[in-house]
């Protein structure tokens, strides 16, 4: 499977990309050796899947990026005009300025009918959301800052389906959302010998990635490649979540409306896809059979006689987790995102007050130099989500009988990125008794705090990577 190319920096991604045989011509490998995707990614850049970027968005896998220049390779030639419709971080972008090259480049772009454009490489880069594009131009600039010295890089806020006739015809272009139908604009836009890499279909239902080559007479001529899903191209208030909440069963639909925030919904929502994506992959079973319900607590379990799984989920912050496994018969998780608060900070401790026990408070009030220092909230917030998974442990829900956990975790840092590790001197005692379970613990980034909790067993002595999807791809792999 393609996560499996990821490497350690980007020169072995690269590598496992061309070994796997998704990168096969020269000047991709090369091209992707050249822009370093640690660049554009602040999490996990090196790993063979979507990471989050910000502002609700993701860079593609790596593959994804590979399979786009591999498709395109033929057209971005020295000299050449690309059009890249989304272009998020400005990874995808900076390939393609690559690319076409130096040849032509014109330093007095401020004075354009000086200059014969015919020779001058030009990348246009389209976002929606205007924090991307803000996003795309650091990062371009912190790796490749005479892209856009020099004017041989542009971006652009607009609607994607019309283009951008100021700099067409050109000969790359590369769209990354699907339409229905394929907007007009852009084929007026495909110069002569040129090729659009576009995904054509209705919402979250069939759509199929296309080619369209335009030859030297102006026909354009149409290749199927793949089947695909592909949000919606289209403008930045429709891009919602109500086009993908079909995929889930009505009174679920009903628990992600009650929310009132568009964040909220989508956290939601998202640990709902998760739930069907890691069941599906667990039982083998297609999305649709898989039937899931609640406990009198409203915790959701499998509802199978054939399969024994069991899982446990949560979001809060920027990212939705689940933990399951078929080994043990109750499993919590919690993700907490570390925010200082607003208020005074003894105010905030004190609405806490009945939450932890004495014991716990001394461990807390023990990091830091004072009840103000940042080291010693984090250490509360993690308390607050080992106890949380706890809860969850036990399915009890908000009715549980907090000050009757005790939680002992030795607040260290851990390292961040994405991992899981087992905390070998965590103890959990319940209504004074020490449970026999293990707790792992472990950082998403600066401010995204895990805690899992689960039956103690022969695996517990494993460290676990968390493996990080997109909506975009839960979605593709539930249709």
């Excluded at 007026?188 to 199929?208: F, K, N, T």
């Excluded at 899981?420 to 600066?446: H, P, S, W």
């Excluded at 695996?459 to 791809?473: F, N, R, T």
């Amino acid at each position: 499977m393609a996560w499996r190319c990821s490497g350690k920096t980007n020169l072995e991604l690269v590598h496992n990309l061309a070994n796997a045989g998704i990168i096969t011509k020269k000047r991709v490998e090369e091209v992707m050796k050249q822009i370093d995707r640690g660049k554009y990614a602040p999490h996990r850049p090196y790993n063979d899947s979507p990471q989050p970027i910000g502002f609700n968005a993701t860079i593609s896998a790596p593959h994804m990026h590979a399979h786009a220049l591999e498709l395109l390779e033929d057209k971005l030639l020295p000299g050449n005009r690309a059009l890249d419709v989304g272009s998020g971080s400005g990874y995808l972008l900076a390939c393609f300025a690559q690319m076409v090259g130096p040849q032509g480049k014109a330093v007095g772009m401020e004075s354009p009918s000086t200059i014969d454009t015919t020779n001058l490489n030009i990348i246009l880069g389209i976002e929606h959301i205007p924090e991307l594009l803000e996003l795309s131009k650091k990062n371009i600039a912190s790796d490749h800052p005479e892209f856009l010295s020099d004017g041989w890089v542009d971006l652009v806020v607009g609607d994607g389906r019309n283009g951008f006739a100021k700099d067409a015809p050109y000969d790359a272009i590369h769209v990354g959302a699907a339409a229905n139908p394929v907007p007009q604009a852009l084929l007026d836009q495909l110069a002569p010998g040129g090729r659009m890499i576009i995904p054509v279909g209705p919402e979250m239902s069939e759509q199929v990635l296309y080619s369209y080559d335009k030859d030297q007479e102006g026909r354009v001529h149409k290749r199927k490649l793949m089947g695909v899903i592909y949000v919606p191209l289209t403008d930045y208030e429709r891009q919602d979540i109500n086009s993908i909440l079909n995929l889930i069963p009505e009174h679920e639909q009903t628990r992600v409306q009650k929310f009132r925030f568009h964040d909220d919904k989508l956290r939601c929502l998202s640990g709902q896809l998760l739930i069907r994506n890691a069941m599906s992959q667990l039982t083998g079973l297609p999305w649709k059979n898989i039937e899931i319900s609640r406990s009198k607590t409203g915790k959701p379990y499998l509802n199978s006689n054939d399969h024994n799984v069991v899982f446990n989920i949560s979001h809060h912050g920027l990212y939705a987790i689940i933990a399951f496994s078929q080994s043990v018969t109750s499993i919590g998780v919690d993700i907490t995102r570390f925010e200082v608060p607003k208020q005074p900070l003894h105010e905030f401790y004190a609405a806490f007050n009945t939450v932890f026990t004495a014991s716990e408070w001394t461990r807390i009030n023990s990091v830091g130099e004072s009840q103000d220092s940042l080291s010693r909230l984090q250490a509360f917030f993690m308390y607050w989500c080992a106890k949380e998974a706890y809860v969850k442990y036990l399915g009890e829900g908000l009715g549980a009988e907090l000050l009757k956990i005790e939680i002992e975790i030795q607040f260290e840092e851990f390292e961040k990125g994405g991992y899981l590790r087992l905390d070998e001197n965590a103890t959990i005692r319940f209504k004074g008794e020490k449970i026999d379970c293990v707790l792992y613990r472990g950082v998403m980034d600066q401010d995204h705090y895990v805690v899992v909790v689960a039956e103690k067993t022969q695996a517990s002595i494993l460290d676990y990577e968390i493996v990080m999807l997109s909506v975009q791809e839960l979605v593709a792999e539930q249709i």
